[in-house]
């Protein structure tokens, strides 16, 4: 470690972000740290952090004393597209108010898909009544969640609350009071059976690439209280394969989707998606990382770092997540 009276450097390096809304929030809550960014002409030795939004690759290469890579974002792929991250401990976000902005995407998304939001919107469009007295109740709707991480469970809490069915998919074992937990390759087809709404909230990682596909969606309940299931997609669209999804709302497998994340991002404008009126798209808008409530956040990290070595949110390198 360096000397702990050295702050050292800030280096942020970011794409798609603007950088000054963050070097800004620095400013006023910790006038004594310097960020900067890769256009500043500061000597590598002299950079200590690294905050990073897919960052170029090769941008934290020969920095000798670089001592931890923080995300900006819960998701790290974006970090991970670099082969050049330096062998640091690598932070990423886990902040109240990031997942309560999650949640609130997905209880949204959720009640929108139950409660009928887009035949409404349409008929509010052709001035057309038509009374439907035979909506179903939140209790009688499955809702099942792909990854049971900080995202989900909160999500999961939520749609309990509000009385949904809720069952949940992971990597390895969970017990969460009231959610049916399956995880695993071997409990994903037990998991695919009931839900009514599926909401993905899983990372990008070598094994959930393109795992929303045909062959998972088959896999799904024909019928239920809202015809053929729904799929929110909040995780990542390297997950999602958006040729099947097109396919299976078209033959009925599924009935809408709601997508935030793509495999390309902006979304180009000739992208079938856009036209499909059972897709409700969302631009990577589901949970934004604010720099007013993340800056202390990382902040209170480095003092803790300073302090005893002490860094919370590691991301786990083998697992990519
Ligand atoms: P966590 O790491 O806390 O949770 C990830 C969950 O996914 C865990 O339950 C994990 O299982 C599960 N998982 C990982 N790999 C697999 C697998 N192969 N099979 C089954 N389950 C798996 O992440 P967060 O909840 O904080 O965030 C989730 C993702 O949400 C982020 O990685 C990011 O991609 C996305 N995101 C999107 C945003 C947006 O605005 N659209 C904003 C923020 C995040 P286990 O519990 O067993 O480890
Ligand atoms: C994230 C995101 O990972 O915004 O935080 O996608």
């Known amino acids: 470690m360096t000397n702990p009276h050295n702050k050292g450097k800030i280096l942020l390096s970011l794409s798609d972000w603007a950088p000054d809304v963050w070097q800004k929030r620095f400013s006023e809550v910790a006038a004594d740290r310097i960020v900067v960014t890769p256009d500043d002409n500061v ?3 002299d950079i200590r952090y690294a905050l990073v939004w897919k960052q170029k690759p090769g941008s934290l290469q020969n920095l000798p004393n670089l001592e931890v890579v923080f995300s900006l974002g819960a998701g790290v792929d974006h970090v991970f597209h670099d082969p050049y991250i ?15 902005r999650m949640t609130e995407y997905v209880v ?22 038509l009374e439907d007295r035979n909506q179903p109740a939140a209790h009688e709707v499955h809702v099942g969640i792909l990854g049971l991480g900080v995202l989900g469970r909160d999500a999961a809490d939520k749609l309990r609350y509000l009385g949904f069915k ?13 959610v049916e937990c399956y995880y695993g390759q071997d409990g994903l087809s037990d998991f695919l059976k009931e839900p009514d709404i599926f909401v993905s909230l899983l990372p990008l990682t070598p094994e959930t690439r393109g795992l929303l596909a045909m062959p998972l969606f088959k896999q799904m309940k024909k019928h239920g209280p809202l015809g053929a299931p729904v799929l929110i997609n ?14 299976a709302l078209d033959q009925g497998i599924l009935s809408a989707v709601t997508l935030d994340v793509f495999a390309t991002e902006p979304l180009p ?18 949970a934004s990382s604010s720099p007013s409530a993340l800056v202390p956040l990382i902040i209170t990290q480095m003092e803790a770092y300073e302090r005893d070595g002490t860094l919370k949110n590691i991301v786990d390198r083998a697992h990519q997540y």
């Open 269 to 286: 404008s000739d992208n079938p998606l856009w036209s499909h009126p059972k897709v409700t798209i969302t631009p990577h808008a589901a």
């Open 43 to 45: 000597a590598p030795e």
């Open 86 to 100: 330096p062998d640091v401990p690598l932070v990423r976000i886990i902040s109240e108010d990031l997942t309560m």
């Open 166 to 178: 809720v069952s949940g998919w992971s990597r390895t074992e969970h017990k969460i009071d009231g």
């Open 108 to 129: 949204w998304q959720v009640l929108d898909h139950h409660r009928l939001g887009s035949r409404y919107r349409l008929q509010n469009q052709e001035k057309f009544w």
């Open 234 to 247: 909040a995780g990542r669209g390297l997950s999602q394969s958006e040729e099947d999804i097109l396919s």
